[in-house]
């Protein structure tokens, strides 16, 4: 059972449009989100993360849109760069009791940014 | 410079033998996650453990097993009981408090050959 799904696994975009990754969870206990980005033949590095008492997260050219009642958020990368071109991980994390906190991984999306 | 080193980044196995894959960190995480990354798919748990000496099954144990003998690492040996070892391999931490996401290493491709 999938908890944090990313229905699109590939998605191309040209340079200096936006790029609009999407993810959907479905155990509303998850209460912490973050995006991952990964390079082939390396592991992922953190991108950006957001709570859920927020709706909206902001770094540079990255942010992050939470919609806790439709179960979904979105990463916006404005101006898209060809080296954003990279698979993106959406995870959610929750703090089960009797238990440490942990993250579910989406299954990733391939952003490829044409020049 | 803190962070998590995986050894080594490329490694071919023969069929019906047994392989360890190193990971290592001096984040003084707690916690320490083995995931395995397979083309088109996402990051798959394999085993987790959130102390020394601890460890439990992810979603996809089998045919994997693992120590924590120390708190810096975290071996992860592949047997001959699983069935398609080729794949990628991640090693992550994580500290008690504070941020809530996971520092990966680098990784670790594991050929059958």
């Known amino acids: 059972d999938q908890q944090v799904k990313q229905n699109s696994p590939s998605l191309s975009v040209q340079e200096g449009r936006i790029s609009i990754l999407n993810c959907d969870y479905t155990?509303?206990?998850?209460?912490?989100f973050l995006w991952y980005k990964k390079y082939p033949a390396e592991g992922p590095t953190f991108l950006i993360s957001i709570s859920s008492i927020k709706d909206k997260n902001e770094d540079g050219r990255f942010t992050v849109f939470l919609n806790k009642s439709a179960k979904h958020l979105s990463l916006h990368i404005v101006p898209s760069q060809p080296g954003d071109s990279a698979v993106y991980f959406c995870a959610a994390s929750y703090f089960p009791s009797g238990s440490a906190r942990q993250l579910t991984f989406g299954s990733g999306t391939q952003l490829t940014v044409l020049p | 410079d803190g962070g998590i080193t995986q050894s080594p980044k490329y490694l071919f196995r023969k069929e019906g033998q047994n392989v360890t894959l190193s990971c290592e960190q001096n984040?003084?995480?707690?916690?320490m996650y083995w995931y395995r990354q397979d083309p088109g798919q996402g990051l798959r748990l394999i085993y987790y453990?959130?102390?020394?000496?601890?460890?439990q099954k992810g979603d996809i144990a089998e045919g994997y097993s693992v120590s924590r003998e120390k708190k810096e690492s975290f071996p992860l040996t592949v047997t001959s009981a699983q069935k398609n070892p080729t794949a990628f391999y991640l090693c992550?931490?994580?500290?008690?408090?504070?941020?809530?996401?996971?520092?990966f290493g680098s990784g670790t491709r594991l050929t059958v050959v």
């Open positions: 992550a931490s994580k500290s008690t408090g504070g941020f809530y996401g996971y520092t």
């Open positions: 155990n509303s206990m998850f209460d912490y």
């Open positions: 984040l003084n995480h707690d916690a």
């Open positions: 453990s959130q102390i020394v000496n601890d460890f």
